[in-house]
């Protein structure tokens, strides 16, 4: 079995005792961490392959916990405009794209989330449902290819919604079952599957309570956007006839729950937070993409004075331009400091937590997230010796408030080493780029979006 020394670096285990090794080793065997400890030659001999991490941080992957690749293309396009405008602006783009260009599409997210440092993403996707295929497999192809560890969780509609998106209850059924025996646990467990509705208007009561027996006879996890901006509330109530909010509504359908994951929240009651402390419904955040839409700073202080486990997420790059956990780790810590207008209201030691080990209890995946013995070997190098990031006084805070995605070196997922160097090991990403700008560019042509064209010279003209 394949043995990986990564030595001399210092190791942030995220275990619960936090603890910070300097001049650190960590040795995986195949899939697993088989040692964690201060580097000597004798424990660090007899590996096959050798990472030196003098001068870089050690940390466990970092948790993307809520993103659209479905939606990369539309980068750029509308990020200055509120929610639902956005979402109708882009919607023609991804009702334009077959399979192939989805797969395009989900690979350079995966790509991207790689290059970050993200070890593990949750993929909310929605798109039209075709008769012939399931789309979805576009999205599932990319994870394995990429080498990610990615969950796929697919977006429901049946009314109140772009008609070409929606599906009727017995059709979601049939093909979530297909999904599920088809990936969920594929790739030795690095691929899942979760459901849920895109929106909570696109479903009457009776459809939210179908989708989640539709999920525990599969065995999956719901994930949902909750309460996003005030106007979602205003729609409920427009849509189901009565004065009631969309947490209150969850808790009175039953789509609360240890495997439900809420995201965004930025518009709740604190009877609301109290029905989700109670029903230990995981809480996600995306603040750079509350910041662009200005659809408020969700209560953080008040979900983590309540108990809730919570995670991270960037969002899809059409939503915040990017897929940098470190950027949803600073602002996190700045939004929840601005609404409780306390600087203690998020530390960066609890945001790096909810980024790694809490996120990834978040969605289910409490066998990652932290730098142990035993545990599933995803992690990432960073290099430390840089200005932005010196002096290092404190990396937690130095990790949080002035690193960066691009400051990742080295990936290793489920024990594999995805990118050394800064190269994936597992895409040709020049070959992707140049293909990403012409199926792009032929999704927008066909859905009527008029781009500029390419500033960019992709091949050297010199001599």
């Not at 050798?50 to 992957?61: C, M, Y």
């Not at 939606?71 to 990020?79: E, V």
């Not at 006879?217 to 009631?244: C, K, T, W, Y």
């Given at each position: 079995?394949?043995?990986?020394?990564?030595?001399?670096?210092?190791?942030?285990?995220?275990?619960?005792a936090?603890?910070?090794?300097?001049?650190?080793?960590?040795?995986?065997?195949?899939?697993?961490?088989?040692?964690?400890?201060?580097?000597?030659a004798?424990?660090?001999?007899?590996?096959?392959?050798?990472?030196?991490?003098?001068?870089?941080?050690?940390l466990?992957?970092?948790?993307?916990?809520?993103?659209?690749?479905?939606m990369?293309?539309g980068?750029?396009?509308?990020?200055?405009?509120?929610?639902?405008?956005?979402?109708?602006?882009?919607m023609?783009?991804?009702?334009?794209?077959?399979?192939?260009?989805?797969?395009?599409?989900?690979?350079?997210?995966?790509?991207?989330?790689?290059?970050?440092?993200?070890?593990?993403?949750v993929?909310?996707?929605?798109?039209?449902?075709?008769?012939?295929?399931?789309?979805?497999?576009?999205?599932?192809?990319?994870?394995?290819?990429?080498?990610?560890?990615?969950?796929?969780?697919?977006?429901?509609?049946?009314?109140?919604?772009?008609?070409?998106?929606?599906?009727?209850?017995?059709?979601?059924?049939?093909?979530?079952?297909?999904?599920?025996?088809?990936?969920h646990?594929?790739?030795?467990?690095?691929?899942?599957?979760s459901?849920g509705?895109?929106?909570?208007?696109?479903?009457?009561e009776?459809?939210f309570?179908?989708?989640?027996?539709?999920?525990?006879?599969?065995?999956?996890a719901?994930?949902?956007?909750?309460?996003?901006?005030?106007?979602?509330n205003?729609?409920?109530?427009?849509?189901f006839?009565?004065d009631?909010?969309?947490?209150?509504?969850?808790?009175?359908?039953?789509?609360l729950?240890?495997?439900?994951?809420a995201?965004a929240?930025?518009?709740?009651?604190?009877?609301e937070?109290?029905?989700l402390?109670?029903?230990?419904?995981?809480?996600?955040?995306?603040?750079?993409?509350?910041?662009?839409?200005?659809?408020?700073?969700?209560?953080?202080?008040e979900?983590?004075?309540?108990?809730?486990?919570?995670?991270?997420?960037?969002?899809?790059?059409?939503?915040?331009?990017?897929?940098?956990?470190?950027?949803?780790m600073?602002?996190?810590?700045?939004?929840?400091?601005?609404?409780?207008?306390?600087?203690?209201?998020?530390?960066?030691?609890?945001?790096?937590?909810?980024?790694?080990?809490?996120?990834?209890?978040?969605?289910?995946q409490?066998?990652?997230?932290?730098?142990?013995i035993?545990?599933?070997?995803?992690?990432?190098?960073?290099?430390?010796?840089?200005?932005?990031l010196?002096?290092?006084?404190d990396?937690?805070?130095?990790?949080?408030?002035?690193?960066?995605?691009?400051?990742?070196?080295?990936?290793?997922?489920?024990?594999?080493?995805?990118?050394?160097?800064r190269?994936?090991?597992?895409?040709?990403?020049?070959e992707?780029?140049?293909?990403v700008?012409?199926?792009?560019?032929?999704?927008?042509?066909r859905?009527?979006?008029?781009?500029?064209d390419?500033?960019?010279?992709?091949?050297?003209?010199?001599?």
């Amino acid at each position: 079995m394949t043995r990986t020394a990564i030595q001399h670096g210092l190791v942030l285990t995220m275990d619960g005792a936090d603890r910070i090794i300097e001049d650190g080793l960590v040795v995986i065997e195949g899939r697993d961490i088989v040692a964690v400890e201060t580097y000597t030659a004798a424990a660090a001999a007899s590996c096959d392959t050798v990472i030196d991490a003098t001068g870089r941080i050690v940390l466990p992957g970092l948790v993307n916990s809520h993103t659209h690749l479905c939606m990369t293309f539309g980068r750029t396009i509308g990020p200055e405009r509120r929610l639902l405008e956005w979402l109708d602006l882009i919607m023609p783009m991804m009702a334009a794209m077959d399979e192939d260009a989805l797969y395009v599409a989900e690979l350079l997210g995966c790509v991207e989330n790689i290059k970050n440092g993200n070890t593990s993403l949750v993929e909310n996707i929605f798109m039209p449902p075709q008769a012939s295929s399931d789309v979805e497999d576009a999205a599932f192809r990319a994870m394995r290819d990429s080498g990610i560890r990615g969950t796929v969780a697919r977006a429901t509609e049946a009314r109140a919604f772009d008609p070409r998106f929606c599906e009727t209850a017995a059709e979601q059924a049939s093909r979530v079952a297909r999904l599920a025996g088809r990936w969920h646990g594929a790739e030795r467990g690095r691929l899942r599957l979760s459901i849920g509705p895109l929106l909570p208007w696109v479903l009457d009561e009776a459809g939210f309570r179908i989708t989640r027996r539709i999920a525990r006879d599969n065995g999956l996890a719901l994930h949902m956007h909750v309460a996003e901006s005030p106007e979602f509330n205003r729609i409920i109530a427009q849509h189901f006839g009565r004065d009631i909010r969309q947490v209150e509504l969850l808790e009175e359908v039953g789509c609360l729950g240890p495997d439900v994951q809420a995201i965004a929240c930025s518009d709740v009651s604190p009877h609301e937070i109290e029905l989700l402390a109670a029903s230990n419904t995981a809480v996600l955040f995306d603040p750079p993409t509350r910041l662009f839409w200005g659809t408020g700073f969700p209560p953080i202080r008040e979900f983590l004075t309540a108990g809730i486990t919570c995670g991270l997420a960037t969002n899809g790059a059409a939503a915040n331009c990017g897929q940098d956990i470190f950027e949803s780790m600073k602002y996190a810590c700045a939004t929840a400091k601005t609404a409780a207008n306390d600087p203690e209201a998020l530390t960066a030691a609890r945001a790096l937590r909810m980024a790694t080990v809490e996120g990834a209890r978040a969605i289910g995946q409490p066998d990652t997230g932290s730098i142990e013995i035993g545990k599933r070997a995803d992690l990432i190098t960073l290099e430390a010796r840089q200005p932005h990031l010196s002096p290092l006084f404190d990396p937690q805070k130095a990790l949080v408030y002035s690193a960066r995605g691009a400051d990742v070196r080295d990936v290793v997922i489920d024990g594999t080493l995805v990118m050394r160097d800064r190269k994936v090991q597992t895409v040709d990403e020049d070959e992707l780029l140049a293909e990403v700008d012409q199926v792009a560019r032929r999704c927008a042509a066909r859905s009527g979006i008029t781009l500029p064209d390419a500033r960019i010279i992709r091949e050297s003209h010199h001599a």
